[in-house]
T-cell receptor
Framework: RKEVEQDPGPFNVPEGATVAFNCTYSNSASQSFFWYRQDCRKEPKLLMSVYSSGNEDGRFTAQLNRASQYISLLIRDSKLSDSATYLCVVTPSGTASKLTFGTGTRLQVTL | DTEVTQTPKHLVMGMTNKKSLKCEQHMGHRAMYWYKQKAKKPPELMFVYSYEKLSINESVPSRFSPECPNSSLLNLHLHALQPEDSALYLC????????????FGNGTRLTVT
């Protein structure tokens, strides 16, 4: 089993739709969780950290389920500019030293 | 604009060349990283420096040689690369504390001919 797994997609959704991605991780000792966004041929950019109590940033909501070992990202009212690959990132050891990336989920928002 | 600056943005080199990739950050981060990313794949960790000391080497071939001259700079020296080493090379930095995310540079797109 991979350390961090994501559905590669692509998820094709119309503008204005709500879309959710899940990411599962295998190491129960994992401490830190992040969602990154990566546009084609660009560097990954931090979208949001994921906290135990869940957190929201505008149209984006992240949740953590430690019992089932997954994190989720919900995007409401999708925009064309949300089209990108969304990478789930997990840190097993509690430090920033060895983040593990999921393979990414491709989102395409269409008119 | 990214706060981690990488140069050059693009690099084409032959298999016998020696070149260096450079990375600079002024955020006071004490952890710096090199990642390699192939198309349609996630970034793969190569090296981690913590307080200017190499703390992680993910079994990277010796034709890649990292260097951290000071807390703001990170270099990756390249020598005798293979065509399969062509990829996007990403530098990142972070605070050396729990739950701190990585900040990536724009990357250097390397082509080995």
């Amino acid at each position: 089993r991979k350390e961090v797994e994501q559905d590669p997609g692509p998820f094709n959704v119309p503008e204005g739709a709500t879309v959710a991605f899940n990411c599962t991780y295998s190491n129960s000792a994992s401490q830190s969780f992040f969602w990154y966004r990566q546009d084609c041929r660009k560097e990954p950019k931090l979208l949001m950290s994921v906290y135990s109590s869940g957190n929201e940033d505008g149209r984006f909501t992240a949740q953590l389920n430690r019992a089932s070992q997954y994190i989720s990202l919900l995007i409401r009212d999708s925009k064309l500019s949300d089209s990108a690959t969304y990478l789930c990132v997990v840190t097993p050891s509690g430090t920033a030293s060895k983040l593990t990336f999921g393979t990414g989920t491709r989102l395409q928002v269409t008119l | 604009d990214t706060e981690v600056t990488q140069t050059p943005k693009h690099l084409v080199m032959g298999m016998t060349n020696k070149k260096s990739l450079k990375c600079e950050q002024h955020m006071g981060h004490r952890a710096m990283y090199w990642y390699k990313q192939k198309a349609k794949k996630p970034p793969e960790l190569m090296f981690v420096y913590s307080y200017e000391k190499l703390s992680i080497n993910e079994s990277v071939p010796s034709r890649f040689s990292p260097e951290c001259p000071n807390s703001s700079l990170l270099n990756l020296h390249l020598h005798a690369l293979q065509p399969e080493d062509s990829a996007l090379y990403l530098c990142a930095s972070s605070q050396e504390r729990r739950n701190r995310p990585l900040h990536f540079g724009n990357g250097t797109r390397l082509t080995v001919t």
